[in-house]
């Protein structure tokens, strides 16, 4: 069963059913790859609200923002009162254009 979705057909099985088994970062190419191994080097795989706004120059505010819609998980650790992102997730929020 298919259906027409934004202009393109999508199946039932969901838009990755030909990419099985294949995670996103693994579709990544080689130079996103280094990119986020030198990012993750620099700042560490949990990074704090403060840092994840120098990465992508957006605003603190604008990342909780995303957080609360549901397009930045954050994460909380132990009982700490602290939230904090991973490197990889606010790495996916910068897409190139050009």
């Keep these: 069963m298919t259906s027409v979705q934004e202009g393109r057909t999508r199946s039932a ?3 990755d059913e030909g990419m099985r088994g294949v995670s996103g970062i693994s579709r990544m190419a080689a130079d996103e790859l280094d990119e986020l191994a030198q990012l993750t080097a620099e700042y560490g795989r949990l990074i704090s609200y403060a840092q994840a706004a120098e990465i992508t120059t957006a605003s603190v505010r604008t990342l909780k923002r995303l957080t609360a819609a549901g397009d930045l998980p954050c994460y909380r650790i132990g009982r700490a009162r602290v939230l904090r992102v991973r ?7 910068i897409r190139r254009v050009a």
């Design 13 to 15: 099985g969901g838009p």
């Design 87 to 93: 490197t990889a997730d606010v790495y996916a929020l």
